[in-house]
């Protein structure tokens, strides 16, 4: 193994030593063992490759004998998350330990459960960082009842909550921008699709194989027509074809996902049903993001097989949301975003659709996921110090109380993010004051933070 340049591929930076390339495939081997000096080796070959804003250098293998390229390995930094090692797939596959691969050895199983005493030290829930995880193993997802399966789906705390598919959802929404608004994307009122497709055609599955191949938005194609596209398309080995369809369904009614179109309504109807992310499961508060499995059945007939479903604030703006109760918190932030760009600040808000990491000095990193983050900077001439500020927003709906309870343990870790504060969701009477006590609220602490100086301006209801 060695360590090429990123942008001059041929120059090569140095080669691995033999600890080192052994400490990688026992890091990143499925199924293999780690040594406790394996940590630290391969720590230190990713801050070299990554210096935590560019890639500079990618790892070579040299387990493919006589090929003319060799495997590849990058380092890939979240914004939440350590460094990490991520398959190159368009340099083809391992025949090494890295030819099952994971990000990084699984935690000791006691480490996995979610203490009642100890909140956020669960497994966190990450996006799905090895391409060919968007696609089920051969014979997995089709002879499975419930065909939900796959061993990198959703292992351990918040993940378990969250089934496979919905966690591809959320990595394709999330990867694509669609979970991030600034202001000047709520003027524009479209979001552009374009970039899901330039994010699909980025992850390679293959050589020949992209995402961008088996990811598709248009409900009115059928499953067959998609399907006999697939079957003529180079497919990885222990890999099932298939395809993915995404789209904001208008309604799902009886099972299916409905797309209104001028040619009358398409009709998705999955031969396994639709699962509902989020809080959620009346799936009767329209538009939705709709993630299908498309595949063929075992006498080979192309179907759609399985979907997801997860609300999305509108088709203008499909931020995709857990609840209707965050619709409503939305639909303020969005009044308070607009508000404060008038005074100067700039707020861009995150749906934060994978968990969020607490650092704490020397100690275990807790994880949370809150229901929106403001982030917005001190404006120019203010008399603070610039820095970037960030606020967390809950939003606290008419919820079973043990749901209730559950999410207000873990605020205690979300108000080491930022500011902490919450909107109350029910269907009483009183909404309309208390959004208009929220909006004041929120724009108060916006403008304090960021610097600005009011001269009797007063934030208006909404
Ligand atoms: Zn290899």
Redesign the pocket.
Known sequence: MRLIDRDHPDKVKRPLNQEEAAAVRRFCGQGQEVRTSDVELVTALLEEMHDGRHVRLWLE?D?SPGAKIQ?RLTARVRDEGPRHFVRMHQYGE???A?SSFRQSPEPEDDELDEDEDSPGLHNPLQPVDDALDFLDDLHEGAARPGGSGGASGSRGGEGRRLPRLGRIMHTLLDGAGFATVNVDALRERAHSWDRLEAYAADEAMSPELTLGQVLYFKPWISPNKKMSAIDALPWPKKKARSALLLFVADEIRDGAAIKKTSMGERIVRPEKGIRAGGRDHGLAQPPYWVLAVVDRDREGNARFREAFAQHAYSFAQPVPLDSRYERVTLESLFGVMEWVKKLGVEVTLAKPLFDREVRQLGDQSQWCRPDFELTFRTIEGATTAPRLHRIVVETMGADEPEYLERKSRTHEIMKRRGILIEHRVSADGDQSERDTAFFRRIGAKILQLAGVQRSGTEARGS
């Open positions: 293998c387990c495997p391992h025949h090494c890295l």
